[in-house]
């Protein structure tokens, strides 16, 4: 339920700068003055890195311990420059008068050599964009959604996102502090205000109420000008969208074939035009996701629509658009898309072993999470995690800060 990466953005801070994690290394041996002439030079699994040293994750040779500079805990220093236990090390026996083994400071303080304590992953709520572009023709208040059962599709779209009318409701209501909506509703009416005839409310947070009472006094009217309606959104996108460095994307919902303002008959050229209107949204990086209310829009324009929107080749497998035929399909495409763009798999910049993740700790608005429970949070791969349950449903509604730290064997440097 992702098909837009929104997600979040993370800040990877180190507690203690370090080239590794190795407890038995108590410094980097390619910054002293004696350090191996390998130090620093490019490397690759087909150009390994002279003797003392070794690849490291940024591709270049390092190195942990060399001859001046030794590793603790009574390990030897290998060819390739880490700290590793001595071949004739014997049984790992103290003897009696032997001082008590000095594990170090415990995880997460501060070490003065250097070593490598914990990292910390502190995240900022990136808040999407949704622009809504709403097809208001005379269709949509003429048809029922399905047929025969008395409610309209302007009435059963409207309701799905904005609830009934004098209440509370919907999608948007349910994040309206996670997601930035906006409003654009179109038609062709030339004795009104021209074609096409917009309705515009500026994508903003917090912006329930104003949607709500701007959308429940419209009522359809009109034919359906498609391409030139989102041609229009685009020329007024600065007006419609405050906060340009967000990820932007349209949803755009209807229920007929697409006609031009100057011949409302002609669907060939409102076809045209509308795949070349999604066309110039994504060249400027915004995407545009596709719902056929009802099943009166061609399923090869939907699915035109769609590749447009995702910027997806002839070679890429087609992109997926929504063909709602009632409340309860048209439910699941907005719960589909909406939903995703408040997604609680979160990216990390950074990578850690998933099989130890459970290690770290993860806290919302200073409240741990579990780790591995279906009200907390899971690793999903190396670098992304996922809040799972109640916790995810609290990122969506409040947009908490999310923090997370990881053990140094955690982290794959």
């Not at 964009?129 to 003429?142: A, E, F, H, K, P």
């Not at 004098?166 to 179109?186: E, I, K, N, P, Q």
């Not at 999903?380 to 800060?401: M, N």
């Amino acid at each position: 339920m992702r098909p837009f990466r929104l997600l979040l953005r993370l800040s990877f801070f180190a507690v203690l700068l370090l080239a590794a994690c190795d407890p038995s290394s108590p410094r980097d041996a390619c910054s002293g003055r004696d350090a191996p002439a390998g130090c620093g030079m490019a490397c690759s699994p087909l150009a390994p890195c002279p003797m003392g040293t070794y690849c490291g994750p940024a591709d270049l040779c390092v190195a942990d311990c060399s001859e001046s500079v030794r590793c603790r805990s009574g390990r030897a220093c290998d060819d390739e420059g880490r700290c590793s236990a001595p071949m004739d090390a014997g049984p790992d026996v103290a003897p009696p008068d032997a001082p008590p083994p000095d594990f170090g400071p415990p995880r997460d303080t501060p070490v003065a050599d250097g070593a490598c304590a914990s990292v910390r992953l502190e995240t900022t709520r990136s808040t999407p964009n949704v622009v809504l572009i709403i097809d208001q023709s005379g269709s949509m208040g003429m048809e029922e959604f399905p047929a025969g059962s008395g409610v309209l599709r302007w009435n059963a779209l409207r309701e799905s996102l904005i609830g009934a009318p004098g209440a509370a409701g919907g999608f948007l209501d349910a994040l309206d502090s996670s997601v930035r909506f906006g409003l654009v509703t179109y038609r062709e009416e030339p004795a009104i205000s021209g074609c096409p005839d917009l309705r515009v409310v500026p994508a903003l947070i917090d912006n329930y109420g104003t949607l709500q009472g701007v959308y429940s006094t419209l009522r359809p009217g009109g034919a359906t000008p498609t391409g030139e309606a989102i041609q229009a959104t685009l020329a007024r996108l600065p007006e419609i969208v405050t906060v340009p460095d967000e990820p932007t994307i349209f949803v755009l919902a209807t229920d007929g074939e697409p006609n031009r303002c100057d011949d409302i008959t002609d669907t060939t050229g409102g076809r045209a035009a509308s795949l070349a209107a999604v066309e110039a949204a994504f060249d400027v990086g915004v995407r545009t996701f596709v719902i056929s209310v009802g099943a009166d829009v061609s399923t090869t324009h939907l699915q035109e629509l769609a590749n447009a929107g995702a910027g997806a080749t002839p070679s890429d497998p087609p992109a997926m658009f929504w063909l709602a035929t009632d409340t309860s399909t048209l439910g699941t495409a907005l719960d589909a898309i909406i939903g995703s763009v408040a997604s609680c798999s979160i990216e990390l910049d950074g990578r850690i072993d998933p099989s130890m993740a459970c290690m770290g700790t993860v806290t919302l608005d200073g409240a741990p999470l579990a780790c591995g429970d279906p009200n907390g949070w899971r690793a999903v791969d190396a670098t992304h995690i996922e809040l799972t349950g109640a916790a995810c449903d609290t990122l969506q509604s409040s947009g908490g800060v999310l923090e997370a730290t990881f053990p140094c064997e955690v982290i794959v440097f």
